[in-house]
């Protein structure tokens, strides 16, 4: 009798630290205060969070212009810049920021760097939301390097006063191996204090590459404005995966995907609830892929607090 068709299950997958205590961030907002709770562009990067809090009563906005004065905001987990804050104070906006605290530390090492006069070289993708955060922090001393090829562009005032950093959701080999040029460029090339690609980045990355050689297919649960699910996929196939796709939904799966398939690899970005994923695993094994192995080389223990806005006003009206 043949082998049963199989699933490389990745752990860790899905949410983060950072995404978990986003969302719940606007769901205990629409608890305390009611609907509508604003939130400026979307809250984490996946279709069907953003769908299910729509349903709630957040209503998504680009700019803090769209939210009614006096309103309640939330600012997204990639960050924003200071003139965001400013912006929604002038509105009398009640502001509550859901900025991931990995990001909050490279916005704090951006500040620190520019008051020391640095050039700042961040490492990131042109108009992500992450990066134009980061960028608003310190516009005079910031440089954006998108990738390895853009590091020929860069110009600076003094080989001696210059840092890199990082969008943290970024692939680890690529983003080294734009650092690795520009150090060639510049041997004085400092380093951040600590890593700035996130530990859940780097987990959910380091299980697909430890997985991929062995899949017909990746399939990788996320959207496609999701940065680090996009580099998901690449990885895979960088890594030995004979192909990958990226997917919001199991019924995106095209059924030539699987022709000829005996094993399907399986993560899901940082920003995907794991009833997704569910549904995927549901998915493949009406088509026979019934053997289900979970991968989990790291366990992941971190959790962050909720944002001190609405820690206090829960505590406040006793629902802490």
Known sequence: MADPKRVLLAKPRGYCAGVDRAVVTVEKALEL?????YVRKEIVHNRHVVDTLAAKGAVFV??????????????????????????????????IDATCPLVTKVHKEA???????????????????????????APEHIQLVDGPDAVDGVRIRDPEKVVWLSQTTLSVDETME?????????????????DDICYATQNRQQVVKDIAAECD??????????????????VAVQHGARSGHLIDFAHEIQEDWLDGAATVGLSS??????????????????????????FEPVTEKITFQLPRE???????????
């Open 310 to 320: 609405l820690v206090t006003d829960l505590r406040a009206a006793g629902r802490a």
């Open 111 to 137: 500040r620190r760097y520019a008051e020391d006069d640095y050039d700042i070289l961040l490492i990131g993708h042109e108009g992500h939301e992450e990066v134009v955060g980061t960028a608003g922090e």
């Open 217 to 234: 297919v990746m399939l990788v649960v996320g959207s496609k404005n999701s940065s680090n699910s996009v580099r998901l996929v690449e």
């Open 178 to 194: 734009t650092v690795d040029r520009l150090k060639k460029r510049l041997p004085m090339l400092q380093s951040p204090p600590s």
């Open 62 to 95: 680009e700019e803090n212009a769209e939210v009614p004065p006096g309103s309640v905001v939330v600012f997204s987990a990639h960050g924003v810049a200071p003139e965001v804050h400013d912006q929604a104070a002038e509105r009398g906006l009640k502001a």
């Open 269 to 294: 970005g940082a920003s995907v609830p794991d009833n997704l994923v569910q549904d995927v695993l549901a998915h493949l094994a009406q088509r026979g892929f019934t053997s289900v192995e979970e």
């Open 33 to 37: 205060y009611g609907a509508p709770v």
